[in-house]
């Protein structure tokens, strides 16, 4: 994990922490269902910077010579299907459904507005939700191979996304989606650094 350096850093990574406590509190090691209201809120990040880095694009009727847009659109998407196969895995109740629309209003809001006022920690902040999130899964495997958390076997969403075997389980599940989360780790993370130099 990325160590905070400067004080961009410290705030996007006790916002994380912060965020963290929160899922902790509410599902300790129920760990379908904390993946569930998890990836909701982080399909968020990728496209509101996706949106916001389009109509920038437009404004100034320049290029996306970054080529971000789709890096953060494609990562949305990514997290939206994470999310689609979790909720065949955890079946959410009511409440975990309302929470979730909840966790999506305010979230949305507030990453919008840290976003365009203060890019490198937004990306920051991602990068240590994605390192957060893997830590969740690696938690996860954990449990599944102590037994704690039964071996399911893998949803067809999940095996025709990640085209995983047909006998495939959870625990391959989940080790592609953490290997998913990993990735966006280290992008946001590099997305963060290149502010920092400009």
Do not use: C
């Not at 404004?59 to 010579?65: F, G, K, S, T, V």
């Not at 953060?72 to 990514?78: F, K, P, S, V």
């Amino acid at each position: 994990m990325k160590q905070p350096k400067d004080f961009s850093d410290k705030v996007a990574y006790e916002l994380t922490m912060t965020f963290r406590w929160f899922a902790d509190t509410f599902f300790a090691k129920r760990y379908g269902h904390r993946a569930v209201v998890l990836e909701t809120v982080a399909g968020v990040p990728g496209m509101v910077a996706g949106m916001w880095n389009h109509l920038r694009s437009l404004r100034n009727m320049e290029p996306d010579e970054r080529g971000w847009i789709k890096t953060l659109l494609d990562e949305a998407e990514n997290e939206r299907m994470h999310l689609m196969i979790f909720i065949e895995i955890a079946k959410p109740n009511w409440f975990e459904r309302y929470l979730i629309l909840l966790a999506q209003f305010f979230f949305w809001n507030f990453y919008f507005v840290l976003y365009v006022f203060f890019p490198q920690t937004a990306h920051r902040m991602v990068g240590y939700f994605e390192d957060q999130a893997v830590i969740s899964y690696t938690q996860y495997l954990e449990q599944i191979d102590a037994g704690a958390i039964e071996n399911i076997e893998a949803p067809n969403i999940a095996k025709d996304y990640y085209g995983l075997h047909y006998d495939a389980t959870l625990r391959d599940v989940v080790i592609a989606v953490r290997a998913d989360e990993q990735g966006h780790a280290d992008v946001n993370h590099d997305m963060a650094d290149t502010f920092k130099k400009d």
